[in-house]
Structures are given as structure tokens and as C-alpha cells.
């Protein structure tokens, strides 16, 4: 290691953020005494709220630590399961499946397709919620209090993310998908001009939205929507009560 050399070690779980010169974990690089650490390790490609524990030679030291000569950081990944002080979540809109699944598990999730970047923090900071997003450059704006990035190219696997990593309570079947307002039981007569004379006929417990008075009821797709239920709840469970490692081993071959 050259005598101007800083060595960092970043943990497994953030090598994805890392250019592929640099997957291997190690990164050695010249410190110039005058910028963070917390702005070095953005800099390659790692955002701040995917940041645990930033220790330098053996010490924990904060982002605003300035890296010196010589220093030997090592970036450990946000513990799982995180504990946000509100598990309350705001999307950006490429993660419209996830809302409505999170919704489903009567998690207060903000959704809006036409929402740009500045809108999203603003709305994140002033409800103290966490913006969930696959923009690892919106993650690293200053102004933005809390985040994650979620992992997973589809819905399930970016669900399974969420909930190994917040373990947000769950209340299934008590927001609306649509628009995150809370259900409430209907009776038949209080939803009978929104629906289909087969459906009147077939079922008979409803749920409406109080915000956007939309009707519920369990239709011929109950099944799958019990079984991703289900499966979020035993995720949870997992994950409040298991290592990484093993939650992970619980899950292996699930995609």
C-alpha cells in the first residue's frame, strides 16, 4: 500500500453499489486529508443510508470523519432488521407492485406515479417516512433524511427486502391497495351500486375505503393474495427473531 494510500473494506451485502473493479471489497485509494469519509465512500458508488458501522483502524468514527494518510475503514452494511423510528414508507414510482403489496399488508405506504425526486424527498421528510427506491443517486441528496434502496429486480423478491430489513408490524387487509386509505366492513347494501350483479349475488363480506370508497371483497384471486399474506408474516417473524445468515437460509431458492 503506497504511503498516501487509505484501505477500505466494504462489507458483502454493499459490493453491489461498488464499480466491478472494485467487487472484491478492497479498495484502496489516495487520501487527500480534506474530504469525509462519508463523501469517499458515496463517491464510489455506496450511498450513506446503506451504511452501518464505519470504523477506522479498530475505532467507529462518523461520516464526517476526515480520511487521512494511511487509515485502514472498514464499511459495514445497515444492521436487519433496521428499526426506523416510524414504519411508515413513501415509493418512487417504478415500485408501484411493491406499494400495493405493502398496502395489502396494511403497511402506510405513500404512492404517486407522477412524483419526481425533490417531490419525494419533501414528502419523506415532512411525514418521517422512509423513501424506498432502486435510485441509488437519490439516496445520496443531502436533504433526505432516511432511505433504503430495495433490492430485487421483481415484486416478490423486492417485498421479501423490505420486510427482512425494517420488519414493519403487519395489519394485513386494512388499507386500501389503491390509495392507502384504511378499510372498514361494509354491508352488502352500503357497496351494492359498485358491483357486478354476479358478485352481489356470490359474496356477502365487502370492505370499503374510507378515503377513495372503493369495495373489497375475497374474489377469485383471495388465494394468492392469503398466500403472499402468509409468506410476509413468517418474513417478519423471521426476521425478528433470526441472524441474517439464517433468515437467509430460509429463504434460499425462493426466487
Not at 461520516?63 to 428499526?83: F, Y
Not at 421479501?160 to 395489519?171: G, N, Y
Not at 386494512?174 to 386509505?181: D, K, L
Not at 433470526?242 to 426466487?255: C, K, P, T, Y
Amino acid at each position: 500500500m503506497a504511503e498516501r494510500d487509505a484501505e477500505l473494506r466494504f462489507a458483502d451485502d454493499l459490493l453491489l453499489f461498488l464499480a466491478p473493479r472494485h467487487r472484491s471489497g478492497l479498495v484502496r485509494i489516495a487520501a487527500d486529508g480534506t474530504s469525509t469519509l462519508g463523501h469517499v465512500v458515496e463517491s464510489l458508488g455506496v450511498p450513506l443510508p446503506e451504511v452501518g458501522t464505519l470504523t477506522v483502524d479498530g475505532v467507529p468514527v462518523a461520516p464526517a470523519h476526515r480520511l487521512s494518510d494511511g487509515e485502514s475503514v472498514d464499511v459495514a452494511a445497515v444492521p436487519r432488521p433496521q428499526r426506523p423510528r416510524s414504519a411508515r414508507f413513501v415509493l418512487d414510482v417504478h415500485l408501484g407492485t411493491l406499494a400495493r403489496r405493502l398496502r395489502l399488508l396494511g403497511v402506510d405506504t405513500a404512492y404517486a406515479n407522477d412524483r419526481d425526486d425533490d417531490a419525494l424527498i419533501e414528502q419523506a421528510n415532512a411525514e418521517g417516512r422512509v423513501l424506498l427506491t432502486k435510485d441509488r443517486r437519490l439516496l445520496c441528496r443531502r436533504k433526505l433524511r432516511s432511505g433504503g434502496y430495495v433490492r430485487g429486480a421483481r415484486a416478490d423478491a423486492q417485498l421479501r427486502d423490505v420486510l427482512d430489513r425494517f420488519a414493519p408490524p403487519l395489519a394485513p387487509w386494512t388499507r386500501c391497495p389503491a390509495c392507502n386509505g384504511t378499510l372498514a366492513a361494509a354491508s352488502l347494501a352500503e357497496v351494492a351500486a359498485l358491483l357486478r350483479p354476479g358478485t352481489r349475488r356470490t359474496y356477502h363480506e365487502f370492505a370499503r375505503c374510507a378515503d377513495c370508497g372503493r369495495a373489497y371483497w375475497r374474489g377469485a384471486h383471495s388465494s394468492r393474495l392469503e398466500a403472499i399474506v402468509n409468506s410476509a408474516t413468517a418474513i417478519v417473524a423471521a426476521s425478528a427473531s433470526l441472524g441474517r445468515d439464517e433468515l437467509r437460509s430460509v429463504h434460499v431458492g425462493q426466487d
